[in-house]
Nanobody, 114 residues
Framework: QVQFAESGGGLVQPGGSLRLSCAASGSIFSIGYMGWYRQAPGKQRELVARITRDGITIYTDSVAGRFTISRVNAKNTVYLQMNSLKPEDTAVYYC????????WGQGTQVTVSS
């Protein structure tokens, strides 16, 4: 089963930007949907964006217009460009298939704070 490794998180001020990367251990070409999820302290993990094999994207309302998900199948990589970040975006971000596989990566911490 393909495993995922996330990177690119950090501390950023409100209004700032970050680009997250997700490297898969195997081919993602056959995975119909790839997704980015996040889990804030004390909250359940939630799906924030997903993308089909052909590049069709769907976003949750709270990030629509600010986040952009993309995938490069040839590189087995998925990205999440996050702009106009808000404190409520603070969370650990994960990538996985949608619906998700059983195994999760370690995630990457995103903290939005002044």
């Amino acid at each position: 089963q393909v495993q995922f490794a996330e990177s690119g998180g950090g501390l950023v001020q409100p209004g700032g930007s970050l680009r997250l990367s997700c490297a898969a251990s195997g081919s993602i070409f056959s995975i119909g949907y790839m997704g980015w999820y996040r889990q804030a302290p004390g909250k359940q993990r939630e799906l924030v964006a997903r993308i089909t094999r052909d590049g069709i994207t769907i976003y949750t309302d709270s990030v629509a217009g600010r986040f952009t998900i993309s995938r490069v199948n040839a590189k087995n990589t998925v990205y999440l460009q996050m702009n106009s970040l808000k404190p409520e975006d603070t969370a650990v971000y994960y990538c996985n298939a949608f619906p998700p596989y059983d195994g999760w990566g370690q995630g990457t911490q995103v903290t939005v704070s002044s």
